[in-house]
T-cell receptor
């Protein structure tokens, strides 16, 4: 199947710093990518939709100035957590849909664990 | 109306048994229903998916049953193995729409050897 990668796989940072997470579709192009946040033992919460060539669309309650998204190319989307605080510590996961003729599959990255001290 | 409700929250099954996880949805516009498997510290991986024009889909030991009139669908894992122990999420989306997946709350499945 298609592969989506994320980098870094984990990051520890000090409160107040910014952290950038990359999401890449390795063997297919994605005009749209999605960013999720997952707390321990909870479901995935969609944060925003990353759109290549245009602004990201954010879900209700997600601060767009806090979580900056840039879809730089058809294979790369980045999520920057600005001025990170301990409450931003979470597991961040991206996904990219691959639409074929009769079906569509959304492939997920391996996730990035962020710990803000 | 965008919610997908999943049950049970946790499930323990003996090796070789059948694991059954259920989901219900409200939005009749949903036309794509995937199941994802997630191991600790990993991203979700697609297990199996179904469109509403069929009532059942089977892939190996995994079967989705779909009841359009009841707006329910379920995952059956036959001959459950310890390696199946993971968290399972059902989801729903509109393929022609924004492709956004709405996830269920997740089921933590434990298969006892």
């Amino acid at each position: 199947g298609a592969v989506v990668s994320q980098h870094p796989s984990w990051v520890i940072c000090k409160s107040g710093t910014s952290v950038k997470i990359e999401c890449r579709s390795l063997d297919f192009q994605a005009t749209t990518m999605f960013w999720y946040r997952q707390f321990p033992k909870q479901s995935l919460m969609l944060m925003a939709t990353s759109n290549e060539g245009s602004k990201a669309t954010y879900e209700q309650g997600v601060e767009k100035d806090k979580f900056l998204i840039n879809h730089a190319s058809l294979t790369l989307s980045t999520l920057t957590v600005t001025s990170a605080h301990p409450e931003d510590s979470s597991f961040y996961i991206c996904s990219a849909p691959l639409r074929l003729v009769l079906e569509e599959t959304q492939y997920f990255g391996p996730g990035t664990r962020l710990l803000v001290l | 109306q965008q919610q997908v409700k999943q049950s049970p929250q946790s499930l323990i099954v003996q090796k070789g048994g059948i694991s059954i996880i259920n989901c219900a949805y409200e939005n009749t516009a949903f036309d794509y229903f995937p199941w994802y498997q997630q191991f600790p510290g990993k991203g979700p991986a697609l297990l199996i998916a179904i469109r509403p024009d069929v009532s059942e889909k089977k892939e190996g030991r995994f079967t989705i049953s779909f009841n359009k009139s009841a707006k329910q669908f379920s995952l059956h894992i036959m001959d459950s193995q310890p390696g199946d122990s993971a968290t399972y999420f059902c989801a729903a989306s509109i393929i022609q729409g924004a492709q956004k997946l709405v996830f269920g709350q997740g089921t933590r499945l434990t298969i006892n050897p």
